[in-house]
């Protein structure tokens, strides 16, 4: 949904009614995902680095978004949903120093009303703000801007039914608003507030953790928190959001998905037919017990990440080298800095050890018409093509996409997909694709061909691309059985 159709059809709806449909647009992908951006941070002898969305949480698509105020509790249940956090008052001080783009705050001026939580004034200051930055930051998309709003903040000083604001920051650094946590209730929200969003992982020293450890850490609070060791790391009163999960009753890809990897690491014999029914609810029971789960029967996202650990566990080979290079013929100079798509291809050619040396130096003479970035084995990765340059490995996507082959056909069963050379190959992959996602601020999502043509970011098949852009006449790989699902999840772990 456009931002100006959702200001349209919900400008007059009451705040609950708006706040649960913005709920179910995010629950579905449908909002702007701006890239994530690092920002850097010390204390003592202590580096660390964490990722914030280069602007405020927006409804709607890159060419016709709003800005949408939102209150404390619809972005905890947003954070929750999606592994993010909300920023201390010490981040938001580091993103406006950080920042690429700063604006110069923009106030509405009286009347001091009703009229301040209205959606006709949010998209009026909204307008106001994209002008403001249009006129004197034009290229300002996808860097990282401040200065525009006041931030929805954790503190130690916040409670129950209460909001925390800061930032506003003027160009000379200093906030206009000062950390409030009394003034306003937590169903608040004025056209001044916006929500900007941090991951929920950060680096220090280079080893990665939790944004809410290092908040709660003795040693490393410092980095990210200036109120000393974080006891609010969520908006109070609020429970994590119930997560969505495959289970008894579900049918579809995903059930396949599952069913395979049920066969393949747990030996129970299930028909993969994408039935949920009860021996695959059995099953699943079974392996939440194997690795020390409570056996609910329900595939939730701990579930997957204990499955693809398990793959991990059993199909890790020992520390790479460097990844070999063998430069591609075919291929378009370029300078890319910024990259939108990861497009997954199968090489069409046999799951050997040996098969992604085969097509790599396929794609280095004459007789290949096509290349990819890097080319996946079960035990080796090839890379072909620079990232910085455009491979030729899917029309409609080869400009801001990374094209990654893999051995094997389009047409495997999802059994087959599930083996242990394949979910090896598979692991090597995600590993490859969770450090892509993270470099670029790509986020680890599969998207439609409708997601395609609205210029969404994340993963892809050949055959999204074939269908948003090629009117569905052309490749079809990495083919219906591919395991999204447990790849999504395998790739979420290794970020």
């Not at 405020?56 to 800005?67: H, K, N, Q, S, T």
């Not at 939580?117 to 034009?138: E, G, I, N, W, Y």
């Not at 794609?363 to 035990?379: E, L, M, N, P, W």
Request: aromatic share 8%.
């Amino acid at each position: 949904m456009k931002g100006s159709a959702f200001a349209s059809r919900f400008g007059s709806a009451s705040q609950a009614e708006r706040e649960s449909r913005v709920f179910d647009l995010v629950d579905r992908g449908s909002f702007v995902r701006w890239p994530w951006k690092s920002v850097a941070c010390a204390t003592g002898s202590f580096r660390g680095e964490f990722y914030v969305a280069s602007d405020y949480f927006a409804i709607g698509e890159e060419d016709d978004f709003l800005r949408l105020p939102i209150s404390p509790i619809l972005a905890q249940r947003i954070a929750d949903r999606l592994g993010w956090t909300l920023p201390t008052a010490r981040m938001v001080d580091e993103i406006w120093a950080a920042a690429e783009v700063r604006t110069a705050p923009s106030p509405w001026g009286p009347p001091y009303d009703a009229t301040m939580t209205s959606v006709s004034r949010f998209v009026a200051h909204d307008a106001r703000v994209t002008m403001q930055l249009d006129k004197f930051s034009p290229g300002w998309r996808g860097r990282l801007v401040a200065g525009h709003k006041k931030d929805v903040v954790l503190s130690n000083k916040l409670v129950r039914g209460r909001v925390a604001i800061y930032g506003w920051h003027a160009l000379d650094g200093i906030p206009i608003q000062s950390l409030n946590v009394s003034s306003h209730a937590d169903s608040y929200a004025d056209y001044s507030h916006g929500a900007r969003f941090v991951r929920g992982d950060m680096s220090v020293n280079g080893t990665s953790t939790r944004v809410s450890d290092v908040l709660s850490s003795s040693l490393l609070h410092a980095l990210i928190s200036d109120e000393g060791v974080m006891r609010v790391t969520r908006q109070p009163g609020t429970t994590r959001e119930a997560e969505k999960a495959m289970m008894r009753g579900d049918s579809g890809s995903s059930v396949e998905d599952w069913q395979a990897f049920l066969n393949e690491r747990m030996k129970v014999g299930l028909i993969v037919d994408g039935q949920f029914g009860a021996k695959t609810e059995s099953a699943t029971k079974a392996f939440q017990t194997s690795v020390g789960m409570d056996a609910t029967g329900a595939v939730d996202s701990r579930t997957l990440a204990a499955a693809a650990a398990t793959i991990k566990a059993a199909s890790t080979p020992p520390a790479e080298a460097a990844i070999p290079f063998v430069q591609a013929r075919n291929f378009t100079k370029a300078a890319r800095t910024a990259i939108d798509l990861v497009v997954i291809h199968t090489m069409e050619a046999p799951d050997k050890p040996t098969t992604a040396e085969s097509v790599a130096r396929w794609f280095a003479t004459g007789d290949a018409k096509a290349s990819a970035h890097y080319c996946v084995d079960s035990d080796s990765i090839v890379q072909c093509v620079r990232e910085e340059d455009v491979a030729w490995h899917a029309p409609g996507a080869n400009r801001n996409g990374i094209g990654i082959e893999h051995a094997g056909y389009a047409s495997r069963s999802a059994a087959n997909w599930m083996d242990s050379s394949t979910t090896a190959m598979l692991f090597r992959s995600a590993k490859l694709v969770a450090r892509i996602c993270r470099q670029y601020g790509i986020p680890i999502v599969r998207l439609t061909a409708d997601d395609l043509r609205a210029k969404k970011r994340g993963l892809c098949g050949h055959v999204d691309v074939t269908d948003a852009f090629n009117g569905g006449n052309g490749h079809t790989d990495p083919g219906p059985n591919f395991p999204w699902e447990m790849y999504l999840s395998m790739v979420r772990a290794a970020s």
